[in-house]
Every structure is written in structure tokens, then in C-alpha cells.
Antibody
């Protein structure tokens, strides 16, 4: 079955960077986009962007442009999301989710369990 | 900036029917926005319910249905159960690969 396994919790200081991984199994990794979505404590879901594992092409939400980088390693069926210049309000659970892409309006299908990132001095 | 609007909260009686909506700060929602719906309980990852307006994701019971009602996307839950008590989020596709979440609706079953 399709599964997305994310890396473990991270604690970072303000100004640092964090890189979260999302390993896919149960399907051909390059066939589906990977979205990244975050959720701050007590808040709603926020879309950050996606990567097309086949081409490496990316699309970032305007809010995160210049601070987020999404990459992939097809050899390991793994997508990565790196967020730089961390601030305290980046404290959140970060989720990856796969997607059929433009075919169905980029909806999120299967979700990872989330990675907690805490930014604190 | 496009804002996707949802009711902050809603309540339904067990066995009842409830319709949650998803609108735009300006303009009408149509199938061209490919509305999708997600359910999330506290401490858990979201679960996909509906995509492309009215297609149910694998394993989702037919108590959940999606539609366009007037100028909004809608999620209807019939025969509400206690474990339907969750947060529900809609997502709209704005074009050029951009999607946006609504603020979410907290559904109480009581």
C-alpha cells in the first residue's frame, strides 16, 4: 500500500535551517507529485508548495518563496523540504502528501504522519 | 489575495445531516476549482475525503458527499456519527499549480 514515512522531530534555533524528508513506498515515486503542508499549534493547514519528482520542477506558495527549497532523490524515493532562516512562528507540524498533480487539481491523496519542527532559542 | 472561506464551527445531532461550505472572498466556486475536502482529528494527519468536487477517496463511506451549492463547494455528511467530530478543511485550485486551504470548520456532534 502507498505509504509516506517522514523523518523525526527537530528542534532548531532561530536563524537556522531544517530539512525534513518524506520517503515514499508502494508506488512509483516519480509518477506523483509531493506536496508539503504545515500546521502551527492550534492553527489550520497551510500549503507550502509541491515538487514533481519526475522533473524536479517545483511550485512554492508566495509566502515561502526565497526561504523554502524542495528537492528529491529518486534513487531513494524520497522528497525533501528545507526551510531556512527559521523563526519562532515556523514552529509547526510539517506534512508531506502525494498528488496526481494537474489531472485532478493537485489534490492531496495520501498523507505522511507529520514531522514536528520546534524553533526555540 | 484570494481567501478561501469556511464556517469556523458547526454542530450536528447524531444521525443528522450537515452541509459545510467552502467559498471565495471574491467570486464563485465552480468545478474548475477542483474542490477537495479533508478531515482531521486532533493529533492526527489529515485524511482525504473528497476530490474533484464529488469524487470520494478510497475507503471513504458514502455518508460523505461533495457538490457545488450555489456559489460554494459543499461537503455533506448524512447520518452523522460521533467519530465524525473533527476539523474539516477544503482546498481550492487557483490555477498555475497553486492551491489554497480554507480556514477549516470545527464540527461538533452532539
Amino acid at each position: 500500500q502507498v505509504q509516506l514515512v517522514q523523518s523525526g522531530a527537530e528542534v532548531k534555533k532561530p536563524g537556522a535551517s531544517v530539512k525534513v524528508s518524506c520517503k515514499a513506498s508502494g508506488y512509483t515515486f516519480s509518477d506523483y507529485y509531493i506536496h508539503w503542508v504545515r500546521q502551527a499549534p492550534g492553527q489550520g493547514l497551510e500549503w507550502m508548495g509541491w515538487i514533481n519528482p519526475n522533473s524536479g520542477g517545483t511550485n512554492y506558495a508566495q509566502k515561502f518563496q526565497g526561504r523554502v527549497t524542495m528537492t528529491r532523490d529518486t534513487s531513494f524515493s524520497t522528497a525533501y523540504m528545507e526551510l531556512s532562516r527559521l523563526r519562532s512562528d515556523d514552529t509547526a507540524v510539517y506534512y508531506c502528501a502525494d498528488s496526481y498533480g494537474y489531472r485532478d487539481g493537485y489534490y492531496m491523496d495520501v498523507w505522511g504522519k507529520g514531522t514536528t519542527v520546534t524553533v526555540s532559542s | 489575495q484570494t481567501v478561501v472561506t469556511q464556517e469556523p464551527s458547526f454542530s450536528v445531532s447524531p444521525g443528522g445531516t450537515v452541509t459545510l461550505t467552502c467559498g471565495l472572498s471574491s467570486g464563485s466556486v465552480s468545478t474548475s476549482y477542483y474542490p477537495s475536502w479533508y478531515q482531521q482529528t486532533p493529533g492526527q494527519a489529515p485524511r482525504t475525503l473528497i476530490y474533484s468536487t464529488n469524487s470520494r477517496s478510497s475507503g471513504v463511506p458514502d455518508r460523505f458527499s461533495g457538490s457545488i451549492l450555489g456559489n460554494k463547494a459543499a461537503l455533506t455528511i448524512t447520518g452523522a456519527q460521533a467519530d465524525d467530530e473533527s476539523d474539516y478543511y477544503c482546498v481550492l485550485y487557483l490555477g498555475s499549480g497553486i492551491v489554497v486551504f480554507g480556514g477549516g470548520t470545527k464540527l461538533t456532534v452532539l
